[in-house]
C-alpha cells in the first residue's frame, strides 16, 4: 500500500466516523422519544443533575456502572496494546483502530439499549460537577501538551519542562479515554438539545481516541475542531438554560479568548490574518457589551484565566510527581514502560 493510499484510508476513516457520529446522535433522538414518560424529581439548582430515577435500584446502578467498566478498561487495553506492540504512526488505520472503532461503536449501542432498559447513568452516584471537570481536565491537558508546538499566550510557550510535556503527550490517551467514557455513561441518552449536542460532541471525541497512531489523529485543523466545538458547545447549552439575558457570552468569548490567544497559533497562519482574527473577536465582544453593559465585560476573562491557571497547577503537579518517582528510582531515572 502506498503512502498516499495510507493518508486517504486515515482521512477516509475520520469523515466517515463523523457522519456516523452524526447518525447516532440522529438514533439518540429517535430512541429517546420512548423517554418521555419516565417521571423525574424536580429540578433543584444548579448542583442537581435532573435526568435520574427518583427511586434507582441496585439493577439500575449496576447497568450504568458495568457498563462503563467494561467500556474503559477495553478502552486502556486498546490503547495499551498500541503504545506496547504498534508504537508507530501511519497514514492509514491499524488493526487495532478497527477494532477500536468497533468497540466504541458497540459500547455506544450497548448504552443506548441500557438507558431504554434501566434509564440512569453515572449521574445518579457522582456529583454533576465530575462530569464538566473532565472535560475541563482534558481540555487543559491539550493546552499543557501543545505548549511547545503553539505555545501559551501569542505564540510564546510558557516555562514547562520538556520533561512534563513528554510525560503528558506519552500517556494522554489514558487520561482522555476516561474523561471521554466516564462523561458518556454519566448521563442517560436523553433528547434535550442538550444531550444532544454532547453526544455528538462524544462521539467526536471517541473517534478521535479511536484513532490513536494515525495522521488523522494529529491532525491539527481536526483537533483545533475538537477543541473549538467545547465554545460551541457550552454556548448553545447556556443560551438554552439561561436565555438571551443568560451566561451565554462567558462561554462564547471564554472559550474564543484562548483561541485568539493560543490555539489560532499552531495553524501556521500569517501575521495579518491572526491580528484579523484578534480584531474581530475583540469588535465583537464590545457589540456584545455594549448592549449587555460594558462593566460586565469582566466575565469573557474567567474561563481563560481558570485554563491557564490550571495549566500552570498541572505543570507544577507533574513536575513534582516526576522529580519525586526520579528520586525514588534506584538508578535516579524516571523509569519507562
Known amino acids: ?40 424529581l424536580p429540578d433543584q439548582g444548579a448542583s442537581w443533575y435532573y435526568w435520574k430515577l427518583p427511586e434507582p435500584t441496585v439493577w439500575t446502578r449496576l447497568s450504568a456502572w458495568l457498563g462503563y467498566a467494561a467500556h474503559q478498561v477495553a478502552f486502556w487495553g486498546l490503547i495499551y496494546y498500541a503504545q506496547t506492540r504498534v508504537r508507530r504512526y501511519t497514514g492509514g488505520l491499524h488493526r487495532v483502530n478497527v477494532v477500536a472503532l468497533a468497540v466504541n461503536f458497540g459500547f455506544i449501542l450497548l448504552h443506548q439499549a441500557q438507558t431504554q432498559v434501566f434509564y440512569d447513568g453515572l449521574a445518579q452516584d457522582v456529583s454533576i460537577f465530575s462530569s464538566q471537570a473532565s472535560v475541563v481536565l482534558l481540555l487543559i491537558v491539550v493546552l499543557l501538551m501543545e505548549n511547545r508546538r503553539r505555545g501559551l499566550f501569542a505564540g510564546r510557550p510558557a516555562p514547562i519542562s520538556a520533561e512534563v510535556t513528554s510525560f503528558a503527550r506519552r500517556y494522554h490517551g489514558y487520561l482522555f479515554s476516561w474523561a471521554a467514557v466516564y462523561t458518556f455513561w454519566y448521563h442517560p441518552m436523553e433528547t434535550t438539545s442538550g444531550h444532544l449536542i454532547g453526544f455528538f460532541y462524544m462521539f467526536l471525541i471517541l473517534l478521535q481516541g479511536s484513532l490513536f497512531l494515525t495522521r488523522a489523529h494529529t491532525n491539527r485543523w481536526w483537533t483545533l475542531t475538537l477543541e473549538l466545538l467545547v465554545a460551541a458547545h457550552g454556548t448553545l447549552v447556556a443560551f438554552m438554560n439561561t436565555g438571551p439575558d443568560g451566561a451565554w457570552p462567558m462561554f462564547l468569548f471564554g472559550f474564543l479568548g484562548v483561541f485568539v490567544l493560543t490555539q489560532m497559533h499552531g495553524l501556521g497562519l500569517g501575521a495579518t490574518t491572526r491580528w484579523i482574527l484578534a480584531a474581530c473577536y475583540a469588535g465583537a465582544v464590545v457589540a456584545v457589551y455594549a448592549v449587555r453593559g460594558i462593566g460586565e465585560a469582566t466575565e469573557v476573562v474567567r474561563i481563560p484565566a481558570i485554563e491557564y491557571l490550571l495549566v500552570g497547577v498541572l505543570a507544577v503537579l507533574l513536575w513534582a510527581v516526576l522529580r519525586l518517582a526520579r528520586l525514588r528510582s534506584p538508578a535516579g531515572t524516571v523509569p519507562r514502560r
Open 1 to 40: 500500500m502506498t503512502a498516499g493510499a495510507r493518508t486517504t484510508g486515515a482521512n477516509t476513516a475520520l469523515a466517515w466516523g463523523v457522519v456516523a457520529s452524526a447518525a447516532l446522535t440522529g438514533l439518540v433522538w429517535l430512541a429517546g422519544q420512548r423517554l418521555a414518560g419516565i417521571a423525574l
